[in-house]
């Protein structure tokens, strides 16, 4: 089985699931079906004294499944209310997604705590002691080593040198690039 994208109408994604998995009960073609996951990151937050945690999807209007893709299996989520199409050039066959690219959904939408959840989110392409260039904030344009990284985060500590000497600095991993 491989994993596919449906697209579904923003905002409705969990009734589209509950949708999609009852006709494919009712039709009876469950056997090739897997798993159906919908990625979302919780958020805890203090609302008005208490701590409230919600669920913010990550690809909105989209649902992720894992199936072998049968005509009949395809036409009937077509079919269901709320499904716009699958994700892919031909609409007839939808695309699968690359195992790492499904590999990365999964442990994201299975995460089971926050922490993990962070660490799946934010992949940091970079190593120790890469050398990386800052594009943005104080120290945009300098060079630097990266000395520490925090994946859970998706902070990197890299040592600049100013005025001839090592300064570690903390920066996030959207504000670097790989130095030529």
């Keep these: 089985m491989q994993w596919y994208v449906i697209k579904a109408v923003s905002g409705r994604e969990n009734r589209v699931r509950d949708n999609v998995l009852q006709t494919i009960k009712a039709l009876k073609l469950d056997a ?12 805890t937050e203090l609302k008005r004294g208490k701590k409230v945690t919600t669920e913010q ?3 909105p209007g989209y649902i992720y499944i ?13 079919d269901v209310d709320g499904v716009t199409g699958f994700l892919g050039a031909d609409p007839r066959a939808p695309d699968p997604l690359m ?5 990365r959904i999964v442990k994201i939408a299975t995460a089971g705590d926050d922490e993990e959840q962070r660490a799946a989110i934010f992949q940091v392409p970079f190593n120790l002691d890469d050398r990386v260039k800052v594009k943005e ?13 925090n994946p859970q985060k998706g902070e990197l500590r890299v040592l600049i040198t100013v005025f001839g000497r090592q300064t570690p600095v903390s920066l996030e991993v959207w504000q670097v690039e790989a130095a030529v």
Excluded: C, W
């Design 57 to 59: 999807k990550l690809f």
């Design 99 to 103: 195992p790492d690219e499904a590999e």
């Design 32 to 43: 090739n079906v897997g798993q159906l996951l919908i990625p979302a990151k919780r958020i």
């Design 66 to 78: 894992e199936m072998d893709p049968a005509q009949p299996l395809l036409e009937a989520i077509r």
């Design 137 to 149: 904030g104080t120290f945009a344009g300098m060079e630097g080593v990266v000395s520490e990284i």
